[in-house]
């Protein structure tokens, strides 16, 4: 099951161990402004629905994780230096936003599959 080993929050970035031995890296800014709480998010209700504003959160220059908590066995939950603390994150979404290099380069250059059947 996967479950993080250590979490520790730095000035710029969030470094989070997992048990199956990845590492991932968030920066502060990017993890703040992923924040899936219903008043970052929006009700999933709202999809759909015309909007003259994005809902689009900014986070504030600098904004760092102050605190962290762990909910249940399945996310974690961040405080963030501007004083919003409501968001959960589930483990599974922080491996879907991982910074790391080696999920970087796995988004962005998808090599064509192909392997070729030698003999
Ligand atoms: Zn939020
Ligand atoms: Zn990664």
Redesign the pocket.
């Known amino acids: 099951m996967l479950f993080p080993r250590t979490v520790s929050l730095g000035e710029s970035q969030v470094k989070i161990a997992w048990s199956d031995g ?4 968030f920066s502060n800014k990017n993890l703040r402004e992923a924040c899936p709480c219903a008043m970052c998010a929006g009700e999933p209700a709202a999809i759909g629905v015309s909007r003259m504003i994005p809902l689009i959160p900014a986070a504030p220059e600098g904004v760092a994780a102050t605190k962290y908590r762990m909910i249940g066995r399945y996310a974690i939950s961040f405080s963030w230096s501007d004083g919003h603390e409501t968001g959960i994150y589930p483990y599974d979404y922080l ?1 879907q936003m ?7 380069s796995k988004g962005s250059e998808r090599k064509q599959g192909g392997l070729i059947p030698t003999g």
């Open positions: 990845h590492s991932s890296v491996r991982c910074e790391c290099d080696e999920c970087a």
